[in-house]
């Protein structure tokens, strides 16, 4: 079963960045569909973005602003998150996905704050 650690979260004011990083260990990571996802607080988890491939796919709301990337050679994802906003305050989860396993990470909680 593929195991999940995500990292990079932190305090940040509005209109910064920070990127996010999940290494994978177990399984054939360049198979699995990455995705990252957030819960705020009193909220349901929500997807923010997901790569398969060359493919990506982003909430509206973080369009332009967020990229996802992967590296497949250090079984990485990436999420580049910039011009943060308040509302951009969550928990964020790594996910992998296939039709076999669906697995999630501990979560890198993220601040945006003056």
């Known amino acids: 079963q593929v195991q999940l650690v995500e990292s990079g979260g932190g305090l940040v004011q509005p209109g910064g960045s920070l990127r996010l990083s999940c290494v994978a260990s177990?399984?054939?990571?360049?198979?699995?569909?990455m995705g990252w996802y957030r819960q705020a607080p009193g909220k349901q988890r929500e997807l923010v973005a997901t790569?398969?491939?060359?493919?990506?796919n982003y909430q509206d709301s973080v369009k332009g602003r967020f990229t996802i990337s992967r590296d497949n050679a250090k079984n990485t994802v990436y999420l580049q998150m910039n011009s943060l906003k308040p509302d951009d305050t969550a928990n964020y989860y790594c996910n992998a996905r296939t039709f076999l396993t669906d697995a999630w990470g501990q979560g890198t909680q993220v601040t945006v704050s003056s």
């Open positions: 177990g399984g054939i990571f360049s198979l699995y569909i």
């Open positions: 790569i398969a491939g060359g493919s990506t």
